[in-house]
């Protein structure tokens, strides 16, 4: 008998999150409803973990796949935290200066910053996350997961500059840079096979670019509607809005709750 009916992925900003930054309680209720009923509820986005862990509180999640597939935990374990090599890190740091733009360096445990500049500042009270701390030197001594480019203008400049890595445009001030060949998708494939989850249901919420990848792994795919043209294209259903109980009109479209 297979351990749970269903596995259901959970992007988090435009997604599960209000336009707000918050999880609204009819959202909290179902995703506790959606566990109980014997699915596995499980976070997939490109923050870090320590910053959507009350999330997870709220809703009783115990499984991620944060940083676009970069570090990963089942059930509370760690099954994957891979690392960016230091000297990449100081190289994209100095091609970010050239163009006077921002990086940002993510772990598990933290986020530092490369400058305190008012389009950083910008960026995190747009995403209702604290201030990093100021520390363009944390490649050097810390484990990097992910790297976050703040940029004056995303663009793609940066991965004809930097092949080795994987830069997903989240908006028109951010870009997640990850390892080559990873995403939110790969990290959902290597997250069944680690937890040996394979041939159960696989459902994804999301709405935007980063989220793609995430559509191609899944069995059933569920765009907001506020999302981009391009993953409302690769749906097979539309919701409503993060902001009109998306969530929660979804998975009852599916019967999981």
Do not use: W
């Not at 499980?42 to 870090?48: C, K």
């Not at 539309?238 to 998975?251: Q, Y």
């Amino acid at each position: 008998m297979a351990k749970f009916k269903s596995i259901v992925f959970f992007d988090m900003d435009g997604t599960l999150l209000s336009s707000k930054s918050t999880i609204v309680e009819e959202v909290q209720n179902a995703v506790i409803h959606l566990k109980s009923n014997g699915n596995l509820p499980v976070i997939a986005t490109g923050r870090a973990a320590f910053e959507v862990r009350p999330f997870m509180k709220m809703c009783n999640i115990n499984s991620i796949i944060s940083m676009n597939g970069q570090y990963q935990e089942y059930e509370g374990k760690i099954i994957q935290n891979l690392k960016i090599d230091p000297s990449i890190c100081e190289r994209i740091l100095s091609y970010a200066e050239q163009r006077d733009d921002i990086i940002g360096f993510y772990n598990s445990q933290t986020i530092a910053i490369s400058a305190d500049k008012p389009l950083a500042r910008s960026f995190y009270e747009n995403i209702s996350s604290p201030f990093p701390i100021l520390n363009p030197n944390f490649y050097q001594n810390n484990l990097v997961n992910q790297i976050l480019v703040i940029a004056n203008h995303a663009d793609e400049k940066y991965q004809l500059n930097f092949p080795e890595l994987e830069f997903f445009i989240t908006g028109a001030h951010s870009i997640d840079t990850v390892i080559k060949g990873n995403s939110k998708g790969a990290g959902i494939k290597k997250f069944i096979d680690v937890a040996r989850l394979n041939g159960i249901p696989t459902y994804a919420f999301g709405d935007g670019i980063n989220d793609l990848s995430m559509f191609e792994q899944v069995d059933y795919k569920i765009a907001m509607a506020n999302g981009r043209e391009e993953t409302k294209g690769l749906a097979d259903l539309i919701t409503d809005t993060n902001d009109n109980l998306g969530i929660v009109k979804g998975l009852k479209s599916y019967n999981l709750i």
